[in-house]
């Protein structure tokens, strides 16, 4: 006979299995729903309370077997989500509804598509997904919370919550994508003659700067690279002060160091008879994906940010067998170097019935609108051909 679910919520990842989580982490494409990325964000005190991430997870079991899991957080505000809901804040106090806390699924901090619920593969992912979701229904009914919302979601898992009557929310980011690429000149190649000569000489100015730009994988990365790349992390956030996403501490890089190296890439750029970088990207992979986080320098140098985050990174992509490459969020530059402008979709659920209508209709349009900013973007791909596919 099968043994009953029992679902309980848990305000700390630590608390937790490690090995059962991990059992339905890491057979998914995303690197960031794996308990040590998640753990020590909590642990490092990135992703606390505090900071107005209140971690809230839900965790099904079936007698002492853990079957699925939700990564969810209490939002006290809606920094570090780069999904930007705050005209919905306001439009709630305009209608006297209080719309913090809400409850939020997503990897903080990271807007790279691959959010779903964690589920074991002996179990019916569309049964659970709808227990689950009737879990976070009554949780947040007896907690007067009034929205739900999942961001970045995996597509895959994406029908499966809107058949349960969440609505979507369109958004784009910029993903490049290997058609077949065997070396850095055939990523050249896609592009028409004159970006194609830009990159190019982009690409040799840093010879020209006197700087070596190397990948490092793994245990390549040096122990005192980690205490660098905090620092790089911290100066290239102060230059734009409130506005600078300054969320993880430096206890998270130590701890990834130790935790995450198997995952990570850091790209240096050292002068020439130096061995300390001036500047360095932090990119995670996994399998086929590679994802841009992180990034700083100690001086400004032309086409240095280009370099480190895009070029050299998709030289190691091309070289190890990835398929897309998501350098992160922001900058409309990406389109000239070959990052399509790529649809994703975030997921809502109001528990307030006047306020989930106006914006239900809101959102209509505004996807509408949205499908056709990603299609005016692609149209100025700077290819040489305009039949290059951009899936």
């Keep these: 006979m099968t043994e009953p679910l029992k679902f309980q919520w848990c305000d700390r990842l630590g608390d937790l299995p ?3 989580w991990n059992a339905i982490a890491q057979p998914l494409a995303t690197p960031f729903l794996e308990w040590d990325w998640l753990h020590d964000l909590e642990a490092s005190g990135s992703v606390i309370a505090k900071a107005g991430w209140q971690p809230c997870h839900l965790v099904v079991w079936r007698g002492d077997r853990l079957v699925a899991a939700a990564p969810l957080y209490l939002k006290g505000h809606s920094y570090g989500e780069f999904v930007f809901d705050q005209q919905w804040a306001d439009l709630a106090g305009r209608l006297g509804l209080r719309y913090y806390p809400k409850l939020l699924g997503m990897t903080p901090l990271t807007p790279a598509v691959g959010y779903r619920f964690l589920i074991a593969p002996a179990e019916d992912e569309a049964t659970l997904t709808g227990l689950m979701l009737r879990e976070i229904d009554r949780f947040c009914d007896n907690n007067q919370i009034l929205s739900c919302n999942f961001l970045y979601v995996d597509p895959d898992w994406q029908p499966l919550v809107e058949a349960a009557g969440y609505s ?6 910029s993903v490049w994508q290997n058609r077949g690429f065997r070396t850095f000149d055939d990523y050249l190649g896609m592009f028409n003659a004159n970006q194609r000569r830009n990159i190019k000489r982009e690409v040799k100015s840093m010879e020209r700067a006197g700087l070596t730009l190397t990948c490092l994988s793994g245990d390549q990365i040096p122990r005192d690279y980690f205490p660098l790349m ?7 956030c102060d230059k734009f002060g409130w506005w600078g996403s300054k969320y993880l501490t430096r206890d998270f890089f130590d701890r990834a160091m130790h935790h995450s190296r198997h995952r990570l890439l850091f790209v240096a750029a050292t002068p020439e008879g130096s061995d300390r970088p001036i500047a360095m990207s932090f990119c995670v992979h996994k399998g086929d994906r590679l994802y841009g986080r992180y990034w700083g320098c100690d001086h400004e140098i032309d086409n240095l940010h280009f370099n480190v985050c895009y070029y050299k990174p998709i030289e190691w992509a091309i070289a190890n067998g990835i398929q897309s ?3 992160g969020a922001g900058g409309s530059h990406k389109k000239r170097r070959g990052f399509p402008a790529t649809p994703n979709w975030s997921l809502h659920r109001w528990y307030q019935p006047r306020f989930g209508q106006i914006l239900g209709t809101w ?3 505004v996807n509408e609108l949205e499908s056709q900013e990603i299609e005016a973007i692609n149209a100025e791909l700077p290819f040489s051909r305009p039949e290059v596919p951009l899936n």
């Design 363 to 365: 959102l209509r349009q």
């Design 18 to 20: 490690r090995e059962d």
């Design 325 to 327: 490459f998501d350098p």
């Design 168 to 173: 979507a929310w369109q958004h784009h980011n």
């Design 230 to 236: 905090y620092r790089f992390y911290s100066d290239h």
